[in-house]
């Protein structure tokens, strides 16, 4: 069973970087065939997705989150985080990682972090 | 980007059936998935590829796909069923290509 659990701050200053990381068990980042990906919920709102990353590598940006943005991959951790670069107050969400599936779906999420961005 | 609309509510009885919509152009050419978030926990995808089930999730959740809607089907719904459902789509000609729906709070009377 792949489970995934999110870290990180939980109170970011306004026009700091937010940095969060996902840690995955029961699983490989590396072991090919999946996505692995950050989703944003804010307070009493919907889903946002927010990119994805491949053990290769290779990322897929929100277009509207892609110059803050950064998704990398750390394989010998069994890692992958999230940067989201001068946040304000409408980046306060809760913060869920996800490993996305074959049809394109997201089977495996993590609990999410509440991040909260104020001075 | 592409749009996917659901009802802002839907309320059911004990025992009866839910029926969840999810309307966008021409979903029914795109697989859809649901997702079942009850509070404070994450979600849960209930049905992938508009009518598949993963494993562990009870056979009373099902789902369809035609035209410009998807529907969610809960059959004998329970107590625990309370929740908010969101359906998603892969839309493969986007630049923004994991679209969410709205979100449907389901009530059990």
């Known amino acids: 069973q792949v489970q995934l659990q999110e870290s990180g701050p939980g109170l970011v200053q306004p026009s700091q970087t937010l940095s969060l990381t996902c840690t995955v068990s029961?699983?490989?980042?590396?072991?090919?065939?999946?996505?692995w990906s950050w989703i944003r919920q804010h307070p009493v709102k919907g889903l946002e997705w927010i990119g994805y990353?491949?053990?290769?590598?290779?990322?897929h940006y929100n277009p509207s989150l892609k110059s803050r943005v950064t998704i990398s991959v750390e394989p010998s951790e069994n890692q992958f985080s999230l940067n989201l670069r001068s946040v304000t107050a409408a980046d306060t969400a809760v913060y869920y990682c996800?490993?996305?599936?074959?049809?394109?779906?997201?089977?495996?999420w993590g609990q999410g972090t509440l991040v909260t961005v104020s001075s | 980007s592409y749009v996917l609309t659901q009802p802002p509510s839907v309320s059911v009885a004990p025992g009866k059936t839910a029926r969840i919509s999810c309307g966008g152009n021409?979903?029914?050419?795109?697989?859809v998935h649901w997702y079942q978030q009850k509070p404070g926990q994450a979600p849960v995808l209930v049905v992938y590829?508009?009518?598949d089930r993963p494993s562990g999730i009870p056979e009373r959740f099902s789902g369809s796909n035609s035209g410009n809607t998807a529907t969610l089907i809960i059959s004998r719904v329970e107590a625990g069923d309370e929740a908010d459902y969101f359906c998603?789509?892969?839309?493969?000609?986007?630049?923004?290509?994991?679209?969410f729906g709205t979100g449907t709070k389901v009530t059990v009377l």
């Open positions: 029961g699983g490989t980042v590396s072991s090919g065939g999946y996505y």
């Open positions: 021409i979903i029914g050419s795109k697989g």
């Open positions: 990353i491949y053990y290769s590598g290779s990322t």
């Open positions: 996800a490993r996305v599936g074959g049809a394109n779906h997201f089977d495996y």
């Open positions: 590829d508009d009518s």
């Open positions: 998603q789509v892969w839309d493969s000609s986007s630049d923004h290509p994991y679209v």
